[in-house]
């Protein structure tokens, strides 16, 4: 029907007009709205198979690492810790990867007791985020170390698959009632 539009009076061929151009906006919207959506929703998660695999592996890794730390075997440490590892102690010092390789070989990192409970594993792609609590006996460089402590590892799956220790942070819990020299 060429002529059905001459048909119209001129404000209803400009609402035509327009309400053409808005039904492309409004289908562009909508369209760009289910993209958005999509793109904007998660990823199937990991299989549940898969995810109880990579729990188990952290959890091994973190049982290593425990070991590790009690026996100061620096060879096993070693291939736990990243490269561009760095840590956060406790005492709030950053350490690298070579200083905590250090401090172990020396002695003057050496943990007598490390009891790990409340454990709690979760995943971010490749990226694992571990938290637990620690109770420690030893000695450090600045002295003896006893306690309760909470902490956080974070592993990577490097360009192998492997996972590998990037990160550590710990922080002292204190006891109800127990004075913070800090405030």
């Known amino acids: 029907m060429p002529g059905a539009t001459s048909n119209l009076s001129m404000p209803a061929r400009r ?28 990823k199937a998660a990991a299989p549940k198979a898969q995810k109880h695999e990579n729990r188990h592996e952290i959890d091994q890794l973190e049982e290593q690492w425990r070991q590790a730390v009690l026996k100061s075997n620096t060879a096993a440490m070693q291939s736990l810790l990243a490269d561009d590892y760095l840590a956060i102690t406790a005492s709030g010092t950053l350490q690298t990867r070579d200083q905590a390789l250090d401090n ?4 003057r990192t050496r943990l007598t007791n490390l009891e790990i409970s409340d454990r709690k594993v979760r995943f971010y792609g490749t990226t694992a985020l571990v938290t637990s609590v620690a ?8 002295g ?7 902490y956080i590892h974070v592993y990577a799956r490097n360009a192998q698959g492997a996972w590998k220790i ?13 004075h913070n020299e800090h405030k």
């Open 166 to 178: 990037v990160s550590f942070e710990a922080s002292r819990i204190r006891e109800s009632g127990e």
């Open 15 to 42: 609402w035509r007009a327009r309400g053409g151009i808005l039904a492309l906006f409004l289908l562009l919207a909508v369209s760009s709205g289910a993209v958005a959506l999509q793109a904007g929703t998660p």
């Open 144 to 150: 003896e170390l006893a306690g309760s402590y909470r």
């Open 135 to 142: 109770e420690v006996q030893g000695t450090t460089g600045s």
């Open 104 to 107: 172990l070989r020396t002695g």
